[in-house]
């Protein structure tokens, strides 16, 4: 880059005003080269390729908890609101043998204890709870995801970027019977069930009618953009 040109006074010293505007300037040509920088890096970040699963072709089969290259898999279920029944009798909760409607551990369908029930309400003699997931405690198994699947489905996997190392071959993908494991571009929402999506469809147009607004059918696949007890 050249130095500004610097304008002299009669008595041959540097004319400051041209000497301060010239340095200006060159300070905004490497500000805007620099900003030019940073907006060129962050959209070479968001095109970057990583790896997400598509819970449509998932079938739960357990190897995202067994063939992470990391000792816990990059590997996580979530929850999406929308299409979750708030069932008592949750099939993603509670193991498929004998027990009881309560939090105590033997009834736990998830060996890690990482699915939370919470009490919402009674409606006409119907209780409802909701289900998270306490996300340092799930090892990706998918067990819970299998039993949600035998009732609305709403438990589902998500490759986590803040922990994943975007192995060029990921061995999930590898050993994944469903080729569910897909390459997406960083700056890609998160994709969602089919199901997911019509849900959060639904409860954001029934939103906008009680308010009066219009709606943007555009679901981001952020698994907290569910949000809401709306068991109705
Ligand atoms: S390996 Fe594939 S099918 Fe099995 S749980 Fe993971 S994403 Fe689902
Ligand atoms: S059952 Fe497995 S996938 Fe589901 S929350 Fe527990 S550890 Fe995570
Ligand atoms: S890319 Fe590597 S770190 Fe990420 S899920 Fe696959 S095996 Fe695990």
Same mark, same amino acid.
């Given at each position: 880059m050249t130095t500004p040109k610097q304008s002299?006074?009669?008595d041959g010293t540097i004319d400051r005003r041209a000497f301060v505007g010239g340095g200006a300037r060159m300070v905004g040509a490497v500000a805007f080269v620099g900003l030019g920088g940073v907006f060129a890096?962050?959209?070479g970040r968001d095109e970057e390729l990583v790896w997400q699963i598509d819970p449509n072709k998932c079938v739960a089969?357990?190897?995202c908890e067994t063939h992470c290259v990391l000792d816990e898999s990059a590997v996580k279920a979530v929850q999406c609101f929308a299409l979750c029944g708030y069932c008592d009798e949750c099939t993603g909760y509670?193991?498929?043998e004998e027990y009881q @409607?309560?939090?105590a551990v033997q009834n736990h369908l998830c060996p890690t204890g990482a699915v939370v029930r919470k009490f919402v309400e009674t409606r006409p003699g119907i209780r409802y709870f909701e289900y998270t997931i306490d996300e340092p405690k799930c090892i990706g198994c998918a067990k819970c995801v299998e039993g949600c699947g035998l009732m609305n489905g709403s438990l589902y996997l998500q490759v986590r970027h803040d922990r994943c190392l975007d192995c060029n071959e990921c061995a999930i993908a590898v050993a994944c019977p469903a080729d569910a494991f897909v390459? @997406?571009?960083r700056a890609e929402p998160n994709l969602l069930k089919d199901a997911a999506k019509e849900a959060m469809q639904t409860l954001a147009r029934k939103k906008a009618q009680r308010s009066g607004q219009v709606v943007d059918?555009?679901?981001?696949?952020?698994d907290t953009a569910g949000e809401g007890v709306d068991p109705a």
């Open positions: 002299t006074n009669s890096a962050r959209r089969c357990s190897q509670f193991r498929a @409607l309560d939090t390459r @997406l571009p059918d555009d679901t981001d696949g952020d």
